[in-house]
């Protein structure tokens, strides 16, 4: 099984939906984040949690919420989904100690909003 | 503000001639680099990282990268390119400073390889 593992890993959608993504991981990784991939962009951050009661919001939050059910799983919400948020999506974990800094990045989740 | 910028879309190289991809950096001070490189349909994997100290760092599948401070560049080099190694690679920057955090990604290049 993969380390970092994320659901759905497509998804289409209508504009107005409500979406959810779910990330879980058996890393042991106290340090949670999701991430936006858009073509000629590179990633941006949504949102990150150091550990399961601490949010916070990343670069690009708007329009998206996120919940941290526990250490090993995080969340991502569009409450209503618009065609620009048709993205591919990474959640990504570390821990906090001396690999503070390098993610261990899921597969993915492909999302279309028509 | 901090910025990572790849200044190459998109590469082309010939199976088995060197590489290099480049990589500039913004920072008020020296910040963490990455490497990192997506497979077609897959997540992004760790090639290499630079802390401090020595300012050439090995990494996996043949990567090195130079860090020079007085170029703001984190360049990353392989010296004979695989079939294997297309993909696509993205620099990041994290900078250590206080409260925040803020790794930010360049934009990615995009490798192909010829056979």
């Known amino acids: 099984d993969a380390d970092v593992t994320q659901t759905p890993r497509n998804r289409i959608t209508k504009t107005g939906k409500r979406i959810m993504l779910e990330c879980s991981q058996t890393?042991?990784?106290?340090?949670m984040y999701w991430y936006r991939q858009d073509p000629g962009l590179g990633l941006r951050l949504i949102y990150y949690?150091?550990?399961?009661?601490?949010?916070n919001k990343g670069e690009i939050s708007d329009g998206y919420s996120v919940s941290r059910q526990a250490q090993a799983k995080f969340s991502l919400s569009l409450e209503s989904a618009i065609p620009n948020q048709t993205a591919l999506y990474f959640c990504?974990?570390?821990?906090?100690?001396?690999?503070?800094?390098?993610?261990?990045f899921g597969a993915g989740s492909r999302l279309t909003v028509l | 503000a901090q910025s990572v910028t790849q200044p190459d879309i998109h590469i082309t190289v010939s199976e088995g001639a060197s590489l290099e991809l480049r990589c500039n950096y913004s920072?008020?001070?020296?910040?963490?680099l990455f490497w990192y490189v997506q497979s077609p349909g897959q997540g992004l994997q760790l090639l290499l990282k630079?802390?401090?100290?020595?300012?050439l760092v090995q990494g996996i599948k043949g990567f090195e990268a130079e860090f020079k401070r007085s170029q703001s560049s984190f360049n990353l080099r392989k010296p004979s390119v695989h079939w294997s190694d297309a993909a696509e690679y993205f620099c990041?920057?994290?900078?250590?400073?206080?409260?925040?955090?803020?790794?930010?990604f360049g934009k990615g290049t995009k490798l192909s390889v010829i056979p």
């Open positions: 990504a974990t570390s821990d906090g100690g001396a690999g503070a800094n390098v993610l261990t």
């Open positions: 890393k042991g990784h106290d340090r």
């Open positions: 949690s150091f550990d399961v009661k601490d949010i």
């Open positions: 920072y008020g001070a020296t910040p963490y």
């Open positions: 630079y802390f401090s100290g020595d300012t």
């Open positions: 990041a920057g994290l900078y250590s400073g206080a409260g925040s955090y803020q790794l930010t």
